[in-house]
């Protein structure tokens, strides 16, 4: 007892206010904790829903057929694009040649490729 009652104050009264402040946020922790719960297991549901409409066979050749024609339009690209420089190229290397063999013709000294 001691000091407390002798001032009038019982411990009691002053633990009460630390007890009921513990209990407000316990009960404040535990709600949130129920929201995010609920929360959550929404988010996964939606998810996993989600992902079994994409595992659908439908779902899977239609994935499977854009990324094909991804694939062939790229090869195709870059076929092309090769094709375009080996012109350019050959192009470039018939010039020389040619220049070289009218310097030969005109007789002016000739410069090596």
Not at 49 to 64: G, H, L, Q, Y
Not at 97 to 107: L, M, S
């Amino acid at each position: 007892m001691g000091v407390f009652v002798a001032i009038g104050v019982s411990i009691a009264d002053t633990c009460g206010g630390v007890v009921f402040k513990r209990l407000t946020y316990l009960g404040i922790g535990a709600a949130a904790g129920a929201a995010g719960t609920v929360w959550s297991q929404r988010k996964v549901r939606e998810k996993v829903e989600r992902a079994a409409e994409m595992a659908t066979p439908r779902a899977i050749a239609d994935a499977a057929r854009g990324r094909i024609v991804d694939v062939r339009d790229n090869v195709v690209a870059a076929v092309d694009e090769g094709r375009g420089e080996k012109r350019r190229r050959e192009a470039e290397l018939r010039h020389r040649v040619e220049q070289r063999w009218r310097r030969r013709a005109v007789g002016e000294p000739s410069d090596r490729l």
